[in-house]
């Protein structure tokens, strides 16, 4: 069986990371994996191969800085030529960017079976790109391999049951990854203050809107005057925030990260703030309180359990969340996404159908 892997962005590096790690104990198993280019920065890229030990890409399709519709046409017909070339019997992507529409589209209209990663997520929220890339490769795909028990019910909700599709709650494969690798955490090279926050902004709705994002960088620089803000700044921010000449004074800046040391973070750090799907996960997992700079998120259930608060981009909001979370009591032994077998689960699932 030979299985097309599509991954883009920082998330679908450690997701897929944490399969193929697994798939290599099954030598029936060929997997050719597809980066293309969305997260294209040495920083934000080639370190993650590099630090989880595992192969590079067999393509490269080098697609960046474009908008949405170039990005993901050319994204279309680029994997269409490697489906074509390759022949894959399941076309694998991860999560919900253009590199995971685009994957889905591809593999689809070649007739080819599509497992989406990460399926039932919902933000309900159609100005995010991203939820419109989630539902429609959702709709499209022919395994949808969910991390929760909210992500199934999502489906059944839209009617799912009524497709020809199989849909397992397997876990979450950030689980998985962060499991099997918090061990090799790797201190970052630059100074760290004996207790600080751990900071990230990123996402279009922040970044792209001068108000939310001034909103957001004067809380970070208040809350920098009680306790440190470390905030490894991602290259489109760095850039919109020359765009609006805003420059921080009190937060601490650095380049961005690799996973290794992002796990090293998040294990130090008292707090999490952050705009980022995946790192809301990445804070439970390793038992530390979050802010979330958006005003919903689809992983529900960290802020029911009360591990996640949302704040958007409120200056306030942010600020009293900040006393708030540092001095909740939070109970982690809870288990909201599985196991850290979900990995398995989809490869044992995938082999249980005849090509």
């Not at 990123?202 to 809350?223: G, P, S, V, Y």
């Amino acid at each position: 069986m030979k299985i097309l892997t599509i991954i883009g962005a920082r998330p679908q590096f450690i997701k897929a990371a944490a399969v193929s790690r697994i798939i290599e104990n099954y030598p029936e198993i060929t997997e050719i994996t597809v980066h293309t280019g969305q997260h294209f920065d040495k920083n934000m890229s080639d370190v993650f191969f590099e630090q989880m030990n595992i192969k590079k890409p067999d393509y490269n399709l080098n697609i960046h800085s474009l908008s949405h519709g170039a990005m993901t046409g050319r994204m279309l017909e680029a994997i269409e030529n490697v489906i074509i070339k390759e022949q894959p019997e399941i076309v694998m992507v991860y999560g919900d960017t253009n590199s995971t529409i685009a994957g889905s589209l591809a593999a689809k209209k070649l007739h080819k079976k599509v497992a989406h990663v990460e399926a039932g997520l919902r933000s309900f929220n159609m100005k995010m790109p991203e939820e419109i890339n989630r539902i429609l490769t959702d709709r499209i795909s022919d395994y949808l391999f969910c991390p929760t028990k909210q992500a199934v019910e999502n489906l059944k909700k839209e009617g799912y049951e009524n497709f020809n599709v199989r849909i397992e709650q397997v876990g979450d494969v950030m689980y998985d990854a962060i499991v099997y690798y918090q061990k090799f955490a790797q201190k970052p090279n630059f100074s760290l203050p004996d207790k600080f926050i751990l900071a990230t902004v990123h996402r279009a709705e922040n970044t792209d809107d001068t108000e939310r994002l001034k909103n957001i960088f004067e809380a970070l620089e208040i809350i920098s005057e009680n306790l440190p803000v470390v905030l490894p700044l991602h290259p489109r921010t760095r850039q919109k925030l020359k765009q609006i000449d805003f420059k921080p004074q009190k937060t601490i800046i650095t380049e961005p990260v690799g996973y290794l040391q992002m796990i090293y973070l998040l294990n130090k750090t008292q707090l999490v703030i952050t705009d980022s799907g995946g790192l809301q996960k990445e804070a439970y997992f390793m038992k530390k309180p979050c802010i979330t700079l958006r005003d919903e998120t689809e992983w529900v259930e960290l802020v029911e359990h009360g591990f996640n608060t949302l704040t958007g981009a409120d200056k306030n909001k942010i600020l009293n969340a900040v006393e708030q979370m540092l001095n909740k009591s939070l109970d982690f032994s809870i288990k909201l996404y599985g196991n850290a077998d979900a990995a398995v689960k989809i490869i044992e699932t995938l082999k249980q159908d005849k090509f």
